[in-house]
Every structure is written in structure tokens, then in C-alpha cells.
């Protein structure tokens, strides 16, 4: 996986990218992530790579020219074809099939924003795609970008030690992941569930499901909405819902 990411700030992206996961990945050479700066691209003294909006109004607007070369100068560095990607507010919004969407490219170019964003003429030359993290409002791209690369490096074959990791992942299936216990067996007098060490794999298996689809109906029912849920799982989310009435009926009572 290649990714080159357009920025006004490279060291943020180079700095973030390499750290745990992202890092090692790098390290091993499974992922390459490289930075190109539009600065670079400028023609005077002060490395302009904004001005004043045309119609008047607040902030500044970063200019076609060097951002169009930085582009073309990153598409020319990708080891294979990918799209280009502009981190924009008024993008898709990123999700883990997204991710699993982009892990499966040889290459992408991000293109990471300032200020009051791009001239539109740079966007309709250049723009592949237009992704979003959410909404709400940031100062640039580069957070916006080290997110994707996270969730993009993790899922690509050989990454993670061991592959099971990315597939019980929060989201990798509209799922969040169910709640996890190391040792002590006891904190604060707070056990581990009985079912997590008994050994019965099946059992096991049964209680990480309905922990799972519980989670998931109780904080983001609109995930579980997509989700075309099997018979197995219908019956782990009722005994789940059922469970969870005795708990509350028993701290009232």
C-alpha cells in the first residue's frame, strides 16, 4: 500500500504515521506513506499557497497552482494507479467499509485541506473522491488523513499479528466488539465473567456475540439497522435485552 498525502504541514503526517501498528507496517515494508508539501510547488519568495476569496467574506482560500502540482507530483510517486481523495467536510463519511474500500487499492493520494478550503476549480481538475471523518469542524486534513491511514494499514494481509484482530475489530461487521477481561481474575471485587474461563469455546463464542449485538442495540441502534441479523443472533439480542431488564429490576428492588 502507497499513500501520498498533499499538506501544508508534512511533519504532522510523518510524525503520526509512525507510531504502533502504522509504524511497524512501514518499518516492514507493507505500507509506504510519504508527504508532499505545495509549498514547494510555489514560484515566490514567500511560498504563497492561499489568497483572498473572490466575493469577499472571511479567512482564505488555498490557491489551484501549487496544490495542482503537488498533486501531479504525487500521483507520479505512487508505485501503482490510485485515487485522489480530498479530505473535505462535504465528503462520504469514513467508515470501516471505507477502509476496507481503500485496503483492497495499491495506492491513494490524500489531499489534505486548510483555512477555508480549496478553490472548486482544483476540485473538479483533480478530485476522485471526497471523504469525511464526521461532523464536526477541524483546522486541517492532516488529522483527518493519519485516522484513515490507521484504519486502512490495519487491515492489510500481514500487518497484524495475528489477522483474527481486524476481523472482531469494533464496526468490522456493523458490530461493536464485545467487552474484554485480562488478569486478575478480580478488580475491586468486580470478577470476570464465569463464561470466559471455563473453556467451552462454543459458549464463548455465544457470549461475545450477544455482548456484541447488546452493545451495539443499546449505543448505536442504527448500526444494528443494517445489519440483517441472523436467527442465532436474534435470539443472543433477546436474551441479551432480557438479561439486562433482570439487572435493573434487581438494582430497583
Known amino acids: 500500500m502507497d499513500i501520498q498525502v498533499v499538506?501544508?504541514?508534512?511533519?504532522?503526517?510523518?510524525?503520526?504515521?509512525?507510531?504502533?501498528?502504522?509504524?511497524?507496517?512501514?518499518?516492514?515494508?507493507?505500507?509506504?506513506?510519504?508527504?508532499i508539501n505545495p509549498r514547494d510547488y510555489t514560484a515566490d519568495v514567500h511560498k504563497t499557497v492561499d489568497d483572498r476569496p473572490y466575493g469577499g467574506g472571511p479567512g482564505m482560500v488555498l490557491k489551484v497552482e501549487p496544490f495542482q502540482k503537488a498533486i501531479t507530483a504525487a500521483k507520479a510517486a505512487l508505485s501503482g494507479d490510485g485515487p485522489v481523495i480530498f479530505l473535505s467536510p462535504q465528503g462520504r463519511r469514513f467508515d470501516q467499509g471505507i477502509a476496507r474500500e481503500l485496503a483492497d487499492l495499491s495506492g491513494m493520494v490524500l489531499v489534505a485541506g486548510r483555512y477555508e478550503g480549496f478553490d472548486e476549480r482544483l476540485i473538479e481538475a483533480e478530485c476522485d473522491d471526497e471523504i469525511s471523518l464526521g461532523d464536526f469542524v477541524l483546522s486541517g486534513g492532516e488529522v483527518?488523513?493519519?485516522?484513515?491511514?490507521?484504519?486502512?494499514?490495519?487491515?492489510?494481509?500481514?500487518?497484524?499479528?495475528?489477522?483474527?484482530?481486524a476481523e472482531n475489530d469494533s464496526f468490522s461487521d456493523e458490530l461493536f466488539d464485545c467487552p474484554h477481561y485480562t488478569r486478575p481474575e478480580q478488580v475491586d471485587g468486580v470478577a470476570v465473567p464465569k463464561v470466559l474461563l471455563d473453556g467451552n469455546h462454543e459458549e464463548i463464542r455465544r457470549w461475545r456475540l450477544k455482548q456484541a449485538l447488546g452493545r451495539t442495540s443499546t449505543r448505536r441502534p442504527d448500526l444494528l439497522a443494517k445489519r440483517q441479523l441472523t436467527d442465532e443472533e436474534e435470539r443472543l439480542l433477546r436474551e441479551y435485552q432480557i438479561e439486562q431488564q433482570s439487572k435493573q429490576l434487581q438494582q430497583v428492588n
Do not use: H, K, Q, Y
Open 7 to 35: 499538506t501544508l504541514f508534512p511533519e504532522m503526517i510523518r510524525t503520526g504515521s509512525g507510531f504502533g501498528v502504522c509504524g511497524r507496517a512501514i518499518e516492514r515494508g507493507l505500507a509506504n506513506v510519504s508527504s
Open 144 to 165: 483527518v488523513a493519519l485516522a484513515m491511514i490507521d484504519a486502512v494499514i490495519r487491515l492489510l494481509p500481514g500487518v497484524l499479528g495475528d489477522e483474527a484482530s
